[in-house]
């Protein structure tokens, strides 16, 4: 729902934002937390006009630190965030039930990470700009492995191991 008037209620010190408070902006978007020098800082909550919330800690008006966002689609980030962007460790829960575990850089996969699709398949190993890149190992839901070298998501110089077969009485 779109708030057509812009407010804050809240403390403030010389005329700016400082200590506890909401501010409602007039596209619908809403924060509600701590206040630094006319900025978001320190714990607080932004809903967004999407549908989308970040939970978790600002600085200077941008998500900074800990903190959760959900996402309109049901994705779920978990995890550090520096200047607006994953950064550090954190965990992204998809809602078609993929998941990714490692870390992140300006909002990419990147990094050491585990990634385990809902289809049973599960990569192992590093990631550059969201793509598997470098030293990896992907096992597929059927059972087969395939170890070696990614580049920019593709196995350049891997090994395709196939499990044993299990022998029928």
């Excluded at 992140?104 to 990631?127: I, L, P, Q």
């Amino acid at each position: 729902k779109i708030n057509s008037k812009e407010g804050y209620i809240g403390e403030k010190k010389n005329g700016l934002k400082e200590g506890l408070g909401t501010y409602f902006h007039p596209s619908g978007t809403k924060y509600v937390g701590e206040w630094k020098d006319d900025y978001e800082h320190g714990q607080g909550s932004k809903t967004y006009v999407d549908g989308g919330e970040y939970v978790g800690e600002w600085m200077q008006g941008q998500k900074y630190g800990l903190g959760t966002y959900t996402y309109p689609s049901g994705s779920i980030y978990f995890g550090n965030w520096k200047d607006n962007k994953r950064n550090g460790q954190g965990t992204f829960a998809f809602a078609n039930g993929d998941k990714y575990v490692g870390d992140f850089k300006d909002g990419h996969r990147h990094g050491k990470g585990v990634y385990e699709a809902s289809n049973g398949d599960k990569y192992v190993g590093e990631w550059n700009q969201s793509k598997q890149h470098g030293q990896g190992t992907m096992t597929y839901a059927d059972g087969s492995v395939e170890k070696g070298t990614f580049a920019n998501g593709e196995p350049q110089n891997t090994k395709k191991l196939f499990p044993p077969k299990i022998l029928q009485h």
